[in-house]
């Protein structure tokens, strides 16, 4: 059978000797050009659906091998976060066992031994939690809220850990802000996430800014910016990667501004990562004020 | 009573390198514990240590870093690398940059002994020639 390139052709050249031949003898070469048309639709139609089927497998492989190296990611994360805190809690049970088999055993040390031992469990405890967290299928209800008001609640929270190391918490909040379709329980996760990194990158005498409004193409914003160290250029891109942490051991799991990410775009809406010009590191959350986002994804 | 192994023990994780180091006294071994690159390269000097236990994960110089960094200030220094998590480009990255060994976290502190006797023995029978 001939292929589409050829009946496209001989339907064209058909076509043209039916326009400069008189009738009746132009009736001959029109009916076939017709006929190859036909022929030569038939077999364009099969084609595409064979390349639009390649297409979709194609589309799956990519898919599946994207899945598979995220996976490969995560795992790789969990295994250095939870064997750090039982390579600690495996030398300290071998120590607390030493200790033990000593004729009088050292009680302040043992028990010493034994906090650290907890202290470990509840980390891997913390880790796990939070990969549940990170795992779980939220399902938004959003109701028209006040995000100034979703803010300060967590601000009000951080305040207490902030004060003593007399850190400042500046509020620019836009008071002629309307309701935001958002969930409030999630939001101010989201929040507190944003607020925890902040404290605890600036550190003693440090200031951290919470900023609302709106932006140009009317949505509204969330803005946290502090005074700390910023975020060194090259892992911009990574802050939001599971298991991407600046934090020392046992400070943070990784997984924060991943959950905060996931809140965020549940929502519908975007968060980013920048430096400031004179310095601190700056986290927008983006919202829209229409309720667009399909929320029942998992 | 042979000499004690003069072991550089560096990893990020205070805790875990203290204990370690408390245990691997216990079988006759002199432990200098630092607990980053920078610090380990500043305790170092050429022919201070025989063995070197490193992790791979640490802020400032990654362990891999420091492991090229102390193979070129002496040579003859055995490194062992600790790993939270085991990747056959890892350890190759580790071998090619002459790395001794590695040990995945966590491992009792018989492996870990076992390890480093077994670099001492290398390194007693590179001298003996």
Redesign the interface.
């Known amino acids: 059978m001939p292929d589409a390139r050829t009946l496209t052709a001989a339907t064209a050249a058909l076509a043209l000797a039916a326009a400069f031949t008189p009738t009746p003898w132009s009736l001959a070469p029109g009916l076939l050009a017709g006929l190859c048309a036909w022929r030569a639709y038939r077999e364009l139609s099969v084609c595409l659906g064979r390349s639009e089927s390649q297409k979709c497998a194609l589309d799956e492989q990519l898919f599946q091998s994207q899945k598979l190296a995220a996976i490969g990611e995560i795992a ?1 994360g969990i ?3 939870i ?2 805190p ?7 049970s ?2 607390l066992a ?1 200790l033990l088999d000593q004729p009088e055993p050292p009680a302040a040390e043992a028990r010493d ?1 034994l906090a ?1 031992i907890r202290s470990q469990v509840t980390r891997c405890a913390d880790i796990t939690h939070n990969l549940l967290g990170l795992a779980r299928t939220w399902k938004p209800i959003r109701q028209p809220s006040d995000l100034n008001r979703c803010l300060e609640d967590m601000a009000r929270l951080v305040e207490r850990d902030a004060k003593p190391q007399n850190i400042t918490l500046e509020r620019r909040y836009d008071e002629s802000l309307p309701k935001v379709p958002l969930d409030p329980p999630l939001m101010r996760q989201a929040a507190l996430n944003l607020l925890v990194n902040a404290v605890q990158a600036v550190g003693r005498d440090g200031a951290v800014t919470l900023e609302t409004g709106r932006t140009s193409d009317g949505k509204v914003f969330a803005r946290v910016a502090d005074t700390g160290p910023g975020i060194p250029q090259t892992d911009l891109g990574r802050v939001f990667d599971p298991f991407f942490t ?1 934090k ?3 400070k943070g799991t990784g997984l924060g501004l991943s959950i905060t990410q996931r809140i965020v775009d549940r929502m519908g809406g975007l968060i980013s990562a920048a430096n400031q010009p004179g310095g601190g590191a700056v986290f927008t959350i983006t919202l829209p004020l229409q309720d667009t986002k399909t929320e029942n994804a998992p | 009573m042979t000499a004690p192994v003069r072991l550089l023990c560096v990893d990020d994780e205070e805790r875990f390198v203290t204990t370690l180091s408390r245990l691997l006294a216990l079988k006759n071994m002199a432990v200098t514990t630092a607990l980053s690159g920078e610090e380990a390269l500043g305790a170092f000097a050429p022919g201070a240590f025989d063995v070197a236990l490193v992790d791979v994960k640490m802020p400032g110089i990654s362990g891999v870093d420091l492991l090229t960094e102390l193979k070129k200030r002496d040579p003859d220094l055995e490194v062992i690398i600790l790993t939270g998590h085991a990747s056959v480009d890892i350890a190759a990255d580790i071998m090619s940059r002459g790395g001794s060994d590695y040990l995945l976290k966590p491992c009792p502190t018989s492996e870990v002994e076992a390890k480093i006797l077994s670099a001492m023995e290398r390194r007693a029978a590179r001298a003996g020639g």
């Open positions: 790789s295994a250095h976060e064997n750090n039982l390579a600690v809690i495996t030398q300290e071998e120590w030493h031994s650290t600046t020392a051991p046992g």
